[in-house]
């Protein structure tokens, strides 16, 4: 069946010129949240334009806000790398004072959601500011280097989780931050992948809808940290929600019992193999040598899909 | 016509706050200054206070939430202590890079560790190198009336810098004074709304700030912090001349108490200010030439202030309740920076005391100008010297 494509604005809140590279996931994340945001704003207050957006330290932050040029066309602001979800609530605040009209867009990448800015996050969510936080998750500390989050997934290279004689790569399980952001029972939780742009922008437009806060995280491949050729971003994006790895789902209010699923197979059997998704990328390229890693990994994921109630198949 | 009422220090502060008319306050408990966001939110809770309060999960939010709503275009109100003021240090330098004018209430109290909740300054003195500007409250009428001076001066668009109003631990923040609280209008008279030119997020014109300075542009950014920090020396006096007329309280940058024939001259800060000037009346009665002088304003630290003062004195005893480890006391040496290309100087000797809420007694200050004596005798003393230390239990 064929995906019905919703409309994309063509209004543009990312402005070309940013730095960043070639093939850059997170860039399309931006681009696209920015136009969700701007139709979501549109239909609820009667303009488009009704949002600004706090952004942590990060890849996305320092290839749009090089003084004296910007790539954003929305009211926009940075402070530090932990604290975009408390300096979003204190615009929130100033906003819900000056009688604006509007939403608040947070955004951090993997390292300044799942690691350092996890608390202010969790002060954001719980204190139900009218804030939508976006993550985009490219998988490691992509503006320093290469180096591991608690986001990064079992078996990657990075930097500082290198394969070696005693080691596989990154050997914990990737935390998952959009199921400690539903714990918190807020309106609306999502996750999404680049890969599927038109769930992706559905998913933003939902969140930036609602009334008190929501949370996406978005999946954004990036290209010298993955190691992969500019033109497979997108690719290695849908691979990982073809092959099962990537969990596409909406949970309202935290009820976990209620998940939505997007993109799942009726039979609960991915037909791709991780390994088509493993392949594409240089971060995964030693685990072809320890089939034991990468079946740790499929394991890992299965356990994922059931806690989240369903039995899958990886191939 | 202005109330007189007897409140904590703390109620102090939250009344200034109340009467400053912030739109935003973002706060966390922390002793001694507990009170403070306490106070407010029943401010609010009672309708008496139209701003929003966010109670935050941690000081490093709440100084997030403050540079947020700032550079949102708001007034902003935070209050904190010791252990919290340092949980905000890295967003401290941010606010002041970013030209926020924020206003911050300090109950002034000691580091860890040990853990100790009691006054000194080591607190506030640690974020000197901000760019937030420091006063420095004597008493309770003093923390009131300094943060609103502190707003006033810090939304002057020749300063545009952040401002923390320190009131020592418990010394002031519980201890309860007679305070006069100004009479609404009036404070709107002399504030008036904040309106930024600088700091908005406003759909209808987007600016970015909190942007990256390439090394092109970095230390032009924090040039212009040092020279909004320069203003601030000019600003500040203004704004003291005009709380003067309006309040008829009479502010300095250091303020002097009988110095003019003095020989030793005890310069301080807070609420020691306050001892200082009843033990100069008993040296006084007993003949001894002494004086008095209680710094109000540290950052900008008063250059020229410290200069006239030090003309007068032969001995320059600096007592501070703070210690930057390998050099003496911070006031010392600023103080020093001050005189060091002047023709004629006093000696200047630093004493480190008080520190962790130890009391500072009359013995201790006795001990000051014997040591202060012998160095105007010309005999050779320390010129940093621990004074009330229990060397029996080291």
Same mark, same amino acid.
């Given at each position: 069946?064929?995906v019905?494509?919703?409309p994309?604005t063509?209004?543009?809140?990312w402005?070309?010129?940013h730095?960043?590279?070639?093939?850059?996931?997170? +860039?399309i994340?931006?681009?696209?949240?920015?136009?969700?945001?701007?139709? +979501?704003?549109?239909?609820?207050?009667?303009d488009?334009?009704?949002?600004?957006?706090?952004h +942590?330290?990060?890849?996305?932050?320092?290839?749009?806000?090089?003084?004296?040029?910007?790539a954003?066309?929305?009211?926009?602001?940075? *402070? +530090?790398?932990?604290?975009?979800?408390?300096?979003?609530?204190?615009?929130?605040?100033?906003?819900?004072?000056?009688?604006?009209?509007?939403?608040?867009?947070?955004?951090?990448?993997?390292?300044?959601?799942?690691d350092?800015?996890?608390?202010?996050?969790?002060g954001?969510?719980?204190?139900?500011?009218?804030?939508? #936080?976006?993550?985009?998750?490219?998988?490691?500390?992509m503006?320093t280097?290469? @180096?591991?989050?608690?986001?990064?997934? #079992?078996?990657a290279?990075?930097t500082?989780?290198?394969?070696?004689?005693?080691s596989?790569g990154?050997?914990?399980?990737?935390?998952? *931050?959009?199921?400690?952001?539903?714990?918190?029972?807020?309106?609306?939780?999502?996750?999404?992948?680049i890969?599927?742009?038109?769930?992706?922008?559905?998913?933003m437009k939902?969140a930036?809808?609602v009334?008190?806060?929501?949370?996406? @995280?978005?999946?954004?491949?990036?290209v010298?940290?993955?190691?992969?050729?500019?033109?497979?971003?997108?690719?290695?994006?849908?691979?990982?929600?073809?092959?099962?790895?990537?969990?596409?789902?909406?949970?309202?209010?935290?009820?976990?019992?209620?998940?939505?699923?997007?993109?799942f197979?009726k039979?609960?059997?991915f037909?791709?193999?991780?390994e088509? #998704?493993?392949?594409?990328q240089?971060?995964?390229k030693?685990?072809?040598?320890?089939?034991?890693?990468?079946?740790?990994?499929?394991?890992?994921?299965?356990?994922?899909w059931?806690?989240?109630?369903?039995?899958?198949?990886?191939? | 016509?202005?109330m007189?009422?007897v409140?904590?220090?703390?109620?102090?502060?939250?009344?200034?706050a109340?009467?400053?008319k912030?739109?935003v306050?973002?706060?966390?408990?922390?002793?001694?200054?507990?009170?403070?966001?306490e106070?407010?939110?029943e401010?609010?809770?009672?309708?008496?206070?139209?701003?929003?309060?966010?109670?935050?999960?941690?000081?490093?939010?709440?100084?997030?939430?403050?540079? %947020?709503?700032?550079?949102?275009?708001?007034r902003?109100?935070?209050?904190t202590?010791?252990?919290? =003021?340092?949980?905000m240090?890295?967003?401290?330098f941010?606010?002041? %890079?970013?030209?926020?004018?924020?206003?911050m209430?300090?109950g002034?109290?000691?580091?860890?560790?040990?853990i100790?909740?009691w006054n000194?300054?080591?607190?506030?003195?640690?974020?000197?190198?901000?760019?937030?500007?420091?006063?420095?409250?004597?008493?309770?009428?003093?923390?009131?009336?300094?943060?609103?001076?502190?707003?006033?001066?810090?939304?002057?668009e020749?300063v545009? =810098?952040?401002a923390?109003?320190?009131?020592?631990?418990?010394?002031?923040?519980?201890?309860?004074?007679?305070?006069?609280?100004?009479?609404?209008?009036?404070?709107?008279?002399?504030?008036?709304?904040?309106?930024?030119?600088?700091?908005?997020?406003d759909p209808?014109?987007?600016?970015?700030?909190?942007?990256? %300075?390439?090394?092109?542009?970095?230390?032009?950014?924090?040039?212009?912090?040092?020279e909004?920090?320069?203003?601030? $020396?000019?600003?500040?006096?203004?704004? !003291?001349?005009?709380?003067?007329?309006?309040f008829?309280? /009479?502010y300095?940058m250091?303020?002097?108490?009988?110095?003019?024939?003095?020989?030793?001259?005890? =310069?301080?800060?807070?609420s020691?200010?306050?001892?200082?000037?009843?033990f100069?009346?008993?040296? $006084?009665?007993?003949?001894?030439?002494?004086?008095?002088?209680?710094?109000?304003?540290? /950052?900008?630290?008063?250059?020229?202030?410290?200069?006239a003062?030090?003309?007068?004195?032969?001995?320059?005893?600096? =007592?501070?309740?703070?210690?930057?480890f390998?050099?003496?006391?911070?006031? !010392?040496?600023?103080?020093?920076?001050?005189?060091?290309?002047?023709?004629?100087?006093?000696?200047?000797?630093?004493?480190?005391?008080?520190?962790?809420? /130890?009391?500072?007694?009359?013995e201790?200050l006795?001990?000051?100008?014997?040591?202060?004596?012998?160095?105007?005798?010309?005999?050779?003393?320390?010129?940093?010297n621990?004074?009330?230390?229990?060397?029996?239990?080291?």
């Open positions: 069946m064929a019905r494509k919703p994309i063509t209004r543009e809140y402005a070309p010129g730095a960043a590279c070639a093939g850059c996931g997170p +860039a994340v931006m681009k696209l949240a920015t136009k969700a945001f701007s139709e +979501a704003m549109e239909e609820k207050y009667g488009p334009n009704a949002f600004a957006i706090a +942590a330290t990060g890849c996305m932050e320092v290839v749009s806000a090089v003084f004296p040029y910007t954003w066309k929305a009211p926009w602001v940075h *402070v +530090a790398f932990e604290n975009a979800a408390a300096a979003a609530s204190g615009v929130e605040a100033a906003w819900k004072k000056l009688g604006r009209k509007g939403k608040i867009l947070a955004i951090g990448g993997d390292g300044g959601t799942a350092i800015g996890l608390q202010a996050l969790s954001m969510l719980e204190r139900r500011h009218n804030v939508v #936080y976006l993550m985009y998750d490219n998988e490691a500390y503006n280097g290469i @180096q591991r989050s608690s986001s990064t997934p #079992y078996g290279w990075t500082t989780s290198p394969p070696g004689k005693y596989i990154e050997d914990k399980p990737k935390k998952w *931050v959009a199921l400690i952001a539903a714990a918190h029972q807020i309106p609306y939780v999502a996750t999404a992948s890969g599927d742009p038109y769930d992706f922008y559905r998913k939902k930036a809808s009334d008190g806060p929501a949370f996406v @995280q978005v999946l954004a491949p990036c010298p940290g993955w190691r992969i050729p500019p033109e497979k971003t997108i690719e290695v994006a849908k691979l990982a929600i073809e092959t099962g790895l990537w969990p596409l789902f909406e949970i309202e209010n935290g009820d976990f019992h209620n998940i939505k699923f997007q993109r197979p039979d609960g059997k037909k791709k193999p991780i088509d #998704y493993l392949r594409l240089g971060r995964f030693h685990l072809f040598k320890r089939p034991e890693a990468i079946q740790e990994l499929k394991n890992q994921i299965k356990e994922l059931r806690i989240l109630g369903k039995e899958v198949e990886l191939p | 016509m202005p007189r009422k409140m904590k220090g703390n109620e102090a502060a939250a009344w200034a109340k009467l400053a912030p739109k306050v973002a706060a966390f408990p922390i002793t001694p200054s507990t009170l403070v966001p106070k407010i939110s401010f609010v809770a009672d309708g008496e206070m139209d701003a929003e309060f966010i109670k935050v999960e941690s000081e490093h939010s709440a100084i997030s939430a403050c540079v %947020g709503a700032s550079a949102a275009g708001v902003t109100f935070t209050a202590a010791s252990q919290g =003021l340092a949980l240090h890295e967003v401290l941010i606010a002041a %890079g970013m030209r926020l004018p924020i206003v209430a300090i002034n109290r000691a580091l860890s560790a040990p100790n909740i000194d300054w080591q607190d506030t003195i640690s974020e000197r190198d901000t760019g937030w500007m420091q006063f420095y409250a004597e008493n309770n009428q003093e923390a009131l009336d300094l943060i609103l001076i502190a707003f006033k001066v810090a939304e002057d020749r545009l =810098l952040p923390m109003v320190g009131f020592d631990a418990f010394i002031l923040t519980h201890t309860v004074e007679p305070v006069e609280i100004p009479d609404q209008e009036v404070v709107d008279e002399f504030l008036g709304e904040y309106v930024p030119k600088h700091a908005y997020l209808a014109r987007p600016i970015t700030q909190g942007a990256l %300075g390439f090394p092109a542009h970095y230390m032009e950014a924090r040039y212009t912090v040092w909004a920090m320069e203003n601030a $020396r000019k600003v500040i006096k203004e704004v !003291f001349d005009e709380f003067e007329k309006k008829g309280r /009479r300095h250091i303020e002097e108490y009988k110095t003019d024939d003095a020989e030793i001259i005890l =310069l301080t800060m807070g020691l200010a306050g001892t200082l000037k009843e100069v009346d008993k040296k $006084r009665e007993e003949g001894v030439k002494i004086g008095a002088a209680k710094m109000t304003v540290y /950052r900008p630290f008063p250059i020229e202030e410290i200069r003062l030090a003309k007068k004195a032969k001995v320059l005893a600096i =007592l501070e309740k703070d210690i930057s390998g050099i003496g006391g911070a006031v !010392f040496a600023d103080t020093s920076r001050a005189l060091i290309n002047e023709k004629e100087k006093p000696i200047v000797l630093d004493f480190i005391l008080g520190l962790g809420g /130890r009391d500072v007694t009359f201790n006795e001990e000051i100008v014997e040591i202060s004596k012998k160095a105007l005798e010309g005999e050779k003393v320390e010129e940093v621990w004074i009330g230390l229990r060397k029996e239990i080291l």
